[in-house]
């Protein structure tokens, strides 16, 4: 006979932990219509993103200058964080417990309260993820190019045209895979995998911004608080 053990009241099936069968648990109370509605809110952000990254790089290519490089890092580092599933309508527990329902929700129960605590694995992320914007948007160097030790303004462009436009191609990689399988996801699977695939996503892209080219000289130290903290999301 297999036996159980038991956590916060509920039998676990044997090779499950806890943390890991309380979150099946969760995902799996979520209905059809919330897992939806919030798959068609990433769905609907991926696509827009798509659209930009294609105005972004085509930037990319007429940028003349190290001033000009850094600004557009800097706004597609931005643009590019604005359209993460990181809003209420992208999670499908906000959607299965809006108006005033959140002491019922199955992540707050499993992820350190509601999203309005410190204790709350969400609010952690969002906290680091607003002090990477900050160092973002934070004021830069000036860049001399041709200066000692500096490189010509010709290798200067190059150098951060090429990291920008890395990073772009692998934004637009991601998100096309993602959008791909937002539109195949089918609903009545639960929740779990769906926001395995959302985590995933945010690490993947977070990553991938061009933050090398910004000339901030936290934002990239900021980034690795930020994916720590989803390693906790979910």
């Given amino acids: 006979m297999t036996e159980k053990i038991s956590a916060a009241g509920q039998d676990i099936p044997p090779g499950l932990s806890a943390p ?5 648990a969760a995902a799996a109370a979520l209905s059809t219509a919330s897992i939806q509605r ?22 990319s290519i007429r940028m003349d200058g190290p001033e000009q490089g850094i600004r557009l890092a800097k706004a597609a580092s931005l643009m590019i964080c604005g359209q993460l599933p990181v809003r209420p309508e992208t999670c499908p527990f ?18 350190g309260g509601i999203c309005n605590l410190d204790s709350s ?25 041709g200066g000692k030790g500096m ?19 692998q934004a637009r990689y991601l998100t096309g895979i993602f959008a791909s399988f ?7 699977s639960g929740g779990f995998d769906l926001m395995a695939a959302k985590q995933r996503y945010l690490l993947d892209m977070i990553s991938a911004l061009p933050l090398a080219a910004t000339g ?3 934002a990239q130290g900021e980034r690795d ?7 906790d999301y979910w």
């Fill in 151 to 169: 490189p010509s303004k010709e290798e200067s462009v190059d150098s951060l045209r090429s990291i920008i436009q890395d990073s772009l191609a």
């Fill in 94 to 111: 906000c959607q299965e417990y809006a108006d005033s329902r959140c002491q019922q929700c199955g992540y707050a129960q499993t992820h």
């Fill in 182 to 188: 937002l539109d195949m996801y089918p609903d009545e």
């Fill in 216 to 218: 901030s000289k936290n």
């Fill in 38 to 59: 919030a798959r068609l809110s990433m769905r609907s952000l991926a696509y827009a993103l798509l659209r930009d990254l294609e105005s972004l790089f085509e930037a």
């Fill in 121 to 145: 694995a969400f609010v952690a992320f969002l906290e680091a993820f607003g002090k990477m914007g900050l160092a973002i948007k934070s004021p830069h160097d000036i860049l001399q190019p």
């Fill in 225 to 231: 608080q930020v994916l720590q903290r989803l390693l």
């Fill in 20 to 24: 890991q069968c309380t979150r099946d």
